[in-house]
Each structure stands twice: as C-alpha cells, then as structure tokens.
C-alpha cells in the first residue's frame, strides 16, 4: 500500500491511484463498514529492475540509515494460528528498520531490486526522519516516487515540498 516507484512510473501510478480512489468512494459499503469490492493495485510497467538498480548499491545506501533485518515475516490474517498461507516468510530478507512500525523492504530478482515497499506506523520525528533519509538514499540511485495508497497521495522523492507535506501527514496519523 505504500511504495517507491522510479520516477518513470509516475504517469502509470498516479493513474491507477485515481482509479483505486474512485473505486473506494464507489463501493464503500452502505454501512459504512468496508467495501463491497477491492481495487487490485495495478504493478507499473517501469521497476527498479528495468531501471537497473543492484540489490548490493541498495544494501550500502540503506544499511547505514536503517538497520537490515533479515528474518522477516508479514502475516495476511490477524490472530492467524501457525503458518498463514497468505504470509510472507523470508529468512535472507533485505529490510530495513527497527520494528514493525517502520521499514523499508526490498523485493529482489537474483542480483536486481524490481521492487520497494515500506510501512510507517509511527509519529516518532526521529522514526521518520530516518524514513525520509532511506525515501532519499534509494532517490539518489534511482529518481523515485512515493505511492500511498493508503493516503491517496504520489510525488516526487526530490520534490522537497511534497516529500516534508507527505512525512508531516504521516506524522499526524492520518493514515
């Protein structure tokens, strides 16, 4: 729901963010208590990858900011007993942070990134400054986007206006 993109995939992405937005609004259910259809996040065509980003230049650009964690697991069902087949369970894993409450991960092809995700669920100032250092050390390799789907919001990482509006956002929770 939260993601980086390279830069070339902004048109794509701002795109599919109108479109899951319209789809949210569209079928909300009439109780107000979720929805009576998903939108699919639609993949851009354009990813690290294609932009030629080494797992290894990712590693020695984030690992100084945030630290790797390589046992990772994401579960899909809350209060899942045992191993939840809609998980994620990885145990070389390239993600970076301290918690739960904010990383930055990694999905890799052999030696290329093809994809960035994070999670922020923190207000913490110095939390999300580190966010923002990480957001700007994977811009530096690769000009990138933000993608929130949770915030309906994209923009440029180099964009300093739209990168301190979007961290002020997240700060306040409004997510």
Known sequence: MRCLHPLAAAAEVSRDLDVAAQASEANRSPDGAGWTDVHVIQTPEHDYAQAGLPVGAADAALAPILPRVRRFAATAMAGFDGHDPFGTYEEDAYCYGV?????????????????????????DPERLQDLKAALLAVDRLVPSIVADYWLDRTGPVSDPGFLDDYLAELADGRT
């Open 99 to 123: 918690d739960a409450s904010l990383f930055v991960k990694l999905e890799t092809n052999g030696a290329q990134v093809r994809h960035i995700w994070f999670q922020v669920e923190t207000g």
